[in-house]
């Protein structure tokens, strides 16, 4: 539903592959330990948007760093994760990217706990449910990186209160700020077209500016109804600095490694838009 395959009857809260893995490359751009990258990605179109980016955007912002392997394998159908961690290991990479989701990710992470692989992991979905329990289990303490529109200990009043009530009353944390902007934002839409008609509440939303959940900016561009915000480079691991989260009763917790404000997410698109 991106570029030239968009549709006016969708709109996107989440940022897409392109602009997450941008973030992702400018702040490893920026990082001279890393020099060997290790790209593993489940087989499917994600997957592939996820390494096709990686590849050409770190060829443009670091072409020192050497990509030492490309791996790709089916969705959710690999129960031992050994063989990928053992090429891994053989290849001499510093730091593995991966848009891996779900028990691919949580069982990726324990082959790696079980070889003893010690890498730099730059992820999409590490905050995911088992993702957090997997990173503590294999002691992978500050190893694990995920680029995310927010995340729990930000230091912000509004949404750590609304994560405080959230816990108490449901035992789980808000993994996704982007679903609180878009029912909020839905609900504005609503009520300036003053109709729940399917097309007058998209031509509301399309421009519209928004508060976040995490504060800050946010637009929905009109061209191809992609949400730009605030985004963040967040690491897990021991809290030190009296962050109030922590995730999956873990003892650890998300804790800020850099902000990309919204200004700097923005990609072009490509997206001609047929409207009704």
């Not at 060829?59 to 090429?87: C, M, N, S, T």
């Not at 069982?107 to 995911?128: E, I, R």
């Not at 992978?140 to 009043?157: M, S, T």
Request: aromatic letters at 12%.
């Amino acid at each position: 539903m991106t570029n030239e395959k968009c549709s006016f009857w969708h709109f996107r809260w989440d940022a897409n592959s392109d602009i997450k893995m941008a973030a992702l490359t400018n702040y490893m751009k920026t990082q001279p330990a890393v020099k060997k990258v290790y790209l593993i990605n489940q087989d499917y179109s994600f997957g592939e948007s996820v390494r096709t980016a990686a590849i050409a955007m770190l060829k443009e912002k670091r072409p020192d760093i050497q990509i030492v392997g490309d791996e790709k394998h089916p969705l959710l159908k690999v129960q031992d994760f050994a063989p990928y961690i053992a090429k891994i290991k053989a290849s001499g990479a510093d730091s593995v990217i991966t848009g891996n989701w779900g028990q691919d990710f949580a069982l990726l992470l324990k082959a790696a706990a079980d070889s003893g692989l010690k890498v730099n992991w730059y992820t999409y979905y590490a905050g995911g449910t088992g993702g957090p329990t997997a990173i503590k289990q294999g002691n992978l303490n500050d190893q694990v990186y995920q680029i995310a529109e927010g995340y729990a200990n930000i230091d912000h009043k509004e949404s750590r209160d609304f994560e405080t009530a959230l816990r108490a009353k449901y035992g789980f944390s808000l993994f996704y700020p982007r679903a609180v902007n878009e029912m909020r934002m839905f609900k504005l839409a609503a009520e300036k077209a003053k109709s729940l008609e399917p097309a007058k509440v998209a031509a509301a939303l399309e421009g519209m500016d928004f508060e976040v959940f995490n504060g800050g900016k946010g637009t929905m561009r009109k061209d191809d109804h992609q949400f730009f915000q605030p985004m963040y480079i967040a690491q897990f691991g021991e809290l030190k600095n009296k962050e109030p989260f922590d995730e999956e009763k873990t003892g650890w917790g998300w804790k800020g490694a850099a902000k990309i404000d919204t200004d700097a997410t923005v990609l072009p698109t490509t997206c001609k838009m047929t409207r009704p």
